[in-house]
């Protein structure tokens, strides 16, 4: 598996909560935890989940991680313009010895 | 503060080699391991390669394996990525990324907690 499978896409209006799913298989999202990352336009990546649920100091508790099994979810409620961004979730992969990512989802504030 | 600084993109031709560079600052950058991932344009994001906070392991994605080297001078607190017989498909920003900790309930997770910028490297003839 060379990437973990995200939806391209997603969308909401504001105020609405929206979920982001990523799947993986035993060799990563079922013996790891899961880490999610923000990529604002034309900026690095910003860690915004960490440990499957953990937020980092900073990041809004609207932000919320969850995993079951191997697949993973992303929520964000209260959406806001300026949660539009690219969100990737990664696990560590035993069988890499580094970290696989998700193929990204571009979120839309419409 | 955390600061990491990429350098040393450009625009190489295919098979040509390329040294990219990445300064850190603001933590104890000899008890940190440290990854190389990038993102083609347009694309997601891949892991390259890691290296151990002593520099005793280095492992790779096998996209680049046999052809990149990761190394890392403690002394000079510099990261380093060495990137021989290039190929258009390592067309990238490559960032720089520290990898942390965290353990509970006798299990531990490594992710991400600082990025660099990223610099862009371009194969193309």
């Known amino acids: 598996q060379s990437v973990l499978t995200q939806p391209p896409s997603a969308s909401g209006t504001p105020g609405q909560r929206v979920t982001i799913s990523c799947s993986g298989s035993?060799?990563?999202?079922?013996?790891?935890?899961v880490n999610w990352y923000q990529q604002l336009p034309g900026t690095a990546p910003k860690l915004l989940i960490y440990s499957n649920n953990q937020r980092p100091s900073g990041v809004p508790d609207r932000f919320s991680g969850s995993k079951s099994g191997t697949s993973a979810s992303l929520a964000i409620s209260g959406l806001q313009s300026e949660d539009e961004a690219d969100y990737y979730c990664?696990?560590?992969?035993?069988?890499?010895?580094?970290?696989?990512f998700g193929g990204g989802t571009k979120l839309t504030v419409l | 503060q955390v600061q990491l600084v990429e350098s040393g993109g450009g625009v190489v031709q295919p098979g040509r080699s390329l040294r990219l560079s990445c300064a850190a600052s603001?933590?104890?950058?000899?008890?940190?391991?440290m990854h190389w991932v990038r993102q083609a344009p347009g694309k997601g994001l891949e892991w390259v390669a890691v290296i151990w906070y002593d520099g005793s392991n280095k492992y790779y994605a096998d996209s680049v394996k046999g052809r990149f080297t990761i190394s890392r001078d403690n002394s000079k607190n510099t990261l380093y990525l060495q990137m021989n017989s290039l190929r258009a498909e390592d067309t990238a920003v490559y960032y720089c990324?520290?990898?942390?900790?965290?353990?509970?309930?006798?299990?531990?997770?490594?992710?991400?907690?600082?990025w660099g910028q990223g610099t862009l490297v371009t194969v193309s003839s």
């Open positions: 990664a696990a560590w992969d035993d069988s890499l010895n580094g970290p696989l």
């Open positions: 603001g933590f104890t950058f000899s008890s940190y391991g």
């Open positions: 035993s060799s990563n999202i079922g013996s790891n935890t």
């Open positions: 990324a520290r990898e942390d900790l965290y353990c509970s309930g006798g299990s531990c997770s490594y992710y991400f907690d600082y």
